[in-house]
Each structure stands twice: as C-alpha cells, then as structure tokens.
C-alpha cells in the first residue's frame, strides 16, 4: 500500500488532476469563456455582423472536431507529457500569430489548427482521458474535479482578459495569453503528467485491484470509430449530452453581449459569466462524488431541468441583480453536463481506448454546438433578439434527457 502513494503521502493520481486542473482552466477560459469579448471589437475593426463575428468560435468547435479523434488516439498511443507539452507550445504559436494578424481569414485558420489542436493535446480531452486510467473507485471524483477546471477558467480568465485588452487593447491581449497560457503548460505538463499508474508501479485509486481481473470500468475492450458507429450507446449519449452542451456554448458565446446589449459595462457582463461559472464548481464537485453512487441518468436529467430553468430566466429578461442571482443558484447544477458526459463514457466504454472514444463523439457532439452557436448569432441579427433562440435550446434541453435516459449501463461493479 505504501507503494501506492507518491511523496508526502498524496496518491500520484491526484496530481495526475491538478496538472490536468490547471492546463484546462487556462486553455478554456482563455478560448471557450473569453470568446464573446472579442466580438465587439472585431465586429468594429473588420465590419462583421455578429453572426460573422462569431465564427472564430465556430472555427474552434470545428477544430475539435476535427481534430479529436487524432489527438484522442494519439493520447492513447503516446507519451502524455509529449502531447501535453507540444500542445501548450501549438497554442501559445497560434494566439501570438493571431494577435498580429490583420485579416479575419488567417485568424480563423489560426483557430481552426494550432489553437483548436492545441487545446485538445493539453486541455480536457487529455486531462480527462489521462485521469480515467488512474481511478477506479473515485473516477467520479476525479472527473468532477476535472469538470471545475472549466468553471475556474471561466471564473479567473475573463476578468483578466478584460484587464488587459481595456489595457494594452486586443492584439496585446490576445499575445499575452498565447504566451503566459503557453509556457505554464509546457511546465506543468512536464514535470507531473505520467500516462499510467503502472508507470509508477501503482493501481488505480492507490490500491490493488479488486480480485477475478478488470472488467469495463477498469480498461474494458478496445474500440475502433467503425465499432463505436455501430453501437446504440454511442449514439445516445454522443447526440444526449451534445444537444445540451451545445446549447451551454452558445450561451457561453452570448451572455456577455447579452449583457452588453441590455445596457450592462463589459465588467458587468464579465461578472455574469464569472459568477455562473463559480457557481458551477461546487455543483459539478458535487455532482462527480453523487456519479459515483447514483444513476448518472437520472443526475443528467436534473441537470438539464437547470438548464431549462436558465433559459426561462433570461427569456424574461430581469435585471441585473436577478441575472446575477440566477446565475449563482443555478450555475450549480448547469456545470454537471460535462462530467456527466465523461462517466458516462467511461461506465459504457472502459478506459482501454477513452482517448478514442472521447474523441470519436466529438465528431457527432461539436456539429450541434457549431450550429447551436451560429444560429444563436443569426437569431439576434435577423430579429435583434435572443428570444426565439432560447426557446429553441429550452425544447432540446427536453430531447437530451430523453436520449440519456434510454442509455444501457453495465452493472455496478
């Protein structure tokens, strides 16, 4: 048991997450949450509807999807650390390129290759697939922690890139990222990724396995694209959880304009998103110990009551202390999509090949947030309003409970 423990008496898998804690919070709250605050300005220095304007964030979604299911297999194939740290040097070469460039063409490749790979190699997709094979017992835990590292960088990120782009404007801003977000994840990914536990001459959990060898949950079978294609669990939760994370991007990429169109300052639309987004951290804390214990289907269909309920809020359009009470009561149950979304993918999949398969449902699950996010965008330029598109996201909400819940899990271990 001794063995089984790093230095200070802390199990390794546990900074296996920290260091996949910080390289995601930086990477998303640097791309996913900062997002709608370049709108404005772009909009205004290249004469871009907000439809256009909101491209660059469809060329990040596509980018994942793209992309995944390489840097998926790749995380399965190849050094942890390798992938990690390159992926935080691709990042940091596309934001630094993009704060010099002048035509919304290139920045949109930029986003489209070295950000979008390079938030996969180092952010959620690697963090997640790295720590799914260091627990067992807690994986629950372990991925719910990993869920907050987007609310952390949806808290502590937006408030600093609206610093320094008020500041040093949005170029500047947009290079500071790249290279402050760039080197921490070169370093830490470096110094405290390992790929397994038996790299270390450990056991998931910090404990021996349990007797008459690893069923689904521990490693499971391997899986290839046309495999999973062909199975009705892939589908569901693929098209489930894709449905209602799409729909969070696009309010994601909207809330602060949102705001700002209802007469809020930048710093106040920012806090809207800062404060729905800490709320989230206890929630999906909370929500990853509960997966460990309780039907995640059910947990998946109370989170997506909290999201209708958000968006019957901001269809009423309130005020600025009701939205900011909205946002801290109900953000805590609105963040427990994704970690969901990833027990679940590894209780009807194993972790033999999570990398993969992760990577393999963003080709179906990005689809809906590109189109959640561009229809968002349309909806405002042609109707000058959000209202028709809140009611859209309020029916899918309805559709992915239904999805989820027609899941097939294996039996509890």
């Not at 590292?149 to 502590?156: P, R």
């Not at 349990?210 to 569901?236: C, I, M, S």
Request: charged share 10%.
């Amino acid at each position: 048991m001794e063995r089984a423990k790093a230095a200070g008496g802390i199990f390794h898998g546990w900074w296996i997450v920290a260091a996949g804690f910080v390289c995601t919070a930086l990477l998303i709250g640097s791309t996913t949450y900062s997002f709608g605050m370049f709108v404005a300005p772009l909009s205004a220095e290249f004469g871009l509807t907000r439809a256009n304007a909101n491209i660059g964030f469809m060329a990040l979604l596509l980018g994942f999807a793209v992309w995944a299911p390489l840097v998926g297999k790749l995380l399965d194939r190849r050094s942890a650390r390798q992938v990690i740290v390159g992926g935080g040097l691709l990042f940091a070469a596309g934001f630094v390129l993009m704060g010099q460039s002048h035509s919304p063409t290139t920045m949109a490749l930029l986003i489209l290759g070295p950000v979008s790979i390079g938030t996969l190699a180092a952010g959620a997709l690697a963090a997640n697939t790295i720590a799914a094979r260091w627990f067992l017992r807690q994986r629950g835990r372990a991925l719910g922690v990993l869920a907050v590292a987007t609310s952390a960088g949806g808290f502590l990120m937006p408030p600093l890139v609206a610093y320094l782009m008020e500041s040093y404007g949005w170029r500047n801003a947009l290079i500071a990222q790249g290279l402050i977000v760039g080197l921490v994840i070169a370093a830490v990914g470096w110094l405290l990724m390992r790929d397994r536990p038996s790299d270390l001459g450990l056991t998931p959990d910090g404990q021996p396995l349990p007797q008459g060898g690893q069923g689904p949950a521990v490693a499971g079978e391997t899986w290839t694209l046309g495999k999973l294609l062909r199975t009705r669990n892939f589908w569901l939760l693929s098209c489930g959880a894709g449905i209602l994370l799409g729909a969070d991007q696009a309010l994601l990429s909207s809330l602060i304009p949102y705001g700002t169109d209802a007469g809020l300052t930048l710093p106040q639309a920012s806090l809207l998103v800062s404060t729905l987004t800490f709320s989230a951290i206890l929630g999906k804390l909370a929500i990853g110990a509960l997966a460990d214990r309780y039907d995640k289907r059910l947990l998946f269909c109370a989170v997506a009551a909290c999201n209708f309920a958000f968006l019957v809020i901001l269809l009423l359009s309130p005020g600025y202390v009701t939205l900011l009470i909205a946002c801290s009561i109900i953000g805590l149950a609105i963040g427990g999509t994704y970690p969901l979304w990833t027990t679940l993918a590894a209780d009807c999949f194993g972790t033999a090949s999570f990398g993969s398969v992760l990577g393999s449902m963003n080709l179906l699950m990005v689809p809906f947030s590109i189109f959640a996010v561009r229809y968002i965008g349309e909806v405002f330029d042609r109707t000058g309003s959000y209202d028709t598109a809140l009611i859209t996201f309020m029916v899918t909400a309805v559709v992915s409970t239904v999805l989820i819940l027609a899941l097939r899990l294996p039996p509890r271990a």
